[in-house]
């Protein structure tokens, strides 16, 4: 089975898209998928963050709310659908690269700069079966934040409140 790529139909032209993650700051929507006393975390395949333990989510649309961005990256992202359980907070980073950077781009053009508004979600249904798009390379389900996450994972998964060692 092909994983589904995120520049589908509808979607922003990718070298207009391109130009924006040179230009701007991206708003985006991440999720924080609690399934019981466990957090599953996702390996990115893709700069930014390529190959750190994330949560799901990504850009939101215009026009898009920002929980029904958070719910459309799930089913895109992960092939679940999701309830929205609390709001954790909002968060910008900062990365060094993005997965269009070439080398002959302006130094000033270069990484990428995201907003994030996270949520904490859980699957709908009880016997939910995982299916990642190509932004993943696989999954963990976590019981305790481990040292070599990122500072943005860490942070976002201390705040959510989830007993998480």
Known sequence: MQKK???SKGSIPLPLYKKILGLMPICCVDMILKVGSKVILFKRAYEPAKNEWWLIGGRVNKW?????AAIRKAKE???IDVKIIKTVG???IFFPVNR????NIKKE?????????CFIVKPKKKDFKLKLNNEYTRYKA????ENNFHPYIKTALKDS???LK
């Open 100 to 103: 269009f950077d070439a080398k």
């Open 90 to 92: 909002t968060y910008e």
């Open 64 to 68: 898009e709310k920002l929980r029904d």
């Open 161 to 163: 409140g989830i007993n």
């Open 142 to 145: 976590i019981t305790k934040i």
């Open 5 to 7: 790529s995120i520049f």
């Open 109 to 117: 053009e270069k990484g990428t700069h995201t907003i994030a508004i």
């Open 77 to 79: 992202e992960v092939g």
